[in-house]
Nanobody
Framework: QVQLAESGGGSVQAGGSLRLSCAASVSIFSHVMGWYRQGPGKERELVATITSDASTNYADSVKGRFTISRDNAKNTVYLQMSSLKAEDTAVYYC?????????WGQGTQVTVSS
């Protein structure tokens, strides 16, 4: 069983920055980790993923503004968000793909006011 705990969400004005953290209860060094989000009235969507060798993938809507990174020694994944827009408002979820099994965190709310 893997437990994921997100933190770092909050309210920010458009153009601001936030850094989300996702702390895992187990070692994540070999797992694909990701951040997803679900905005009001929308389906959950991919934001960014990072593989065990630190290869990254981003949704087009966040490219150039968001950066995903990982610290395997701390079992933690980060999402640095800059130049935030009102449309980035959502609950952000951490996801772990652990040998084919998917685990989700509880989510952290990000609200961007214009």
């Amino acid at each position: 069983q893997v437990q994921l705990a997100e933190s770092g969400g909050g309210s920010v004005q458009a153009g601001g920055s936030l850094r989300l953290s996702c702390a895992a209860s187990v070692s994540i060094f070999s797992h694909v980790m990701g951040w997803y989000r679900q905005g009001p009235g929308k389906e959950r969507e991919l934001v960014a993923t990072i593989t065990s060798d630190a290869s990254t993938n981003y949704a087009d809507s966040v490219k150039g503004r968001f950066t995903i990174s990982r610290d395997n020694a701390k079992n933690t994944v980060y999402l640095q968000m800059s130049s935030l827009k009102a449309e980035d408002t959502a609950v952000y979820y951490c996801r772990a793909n652990r040998w084919g099994r998917i685990y989700w965190g509880q989510g952290t709310q990000v609200t961007v006011s214009s």
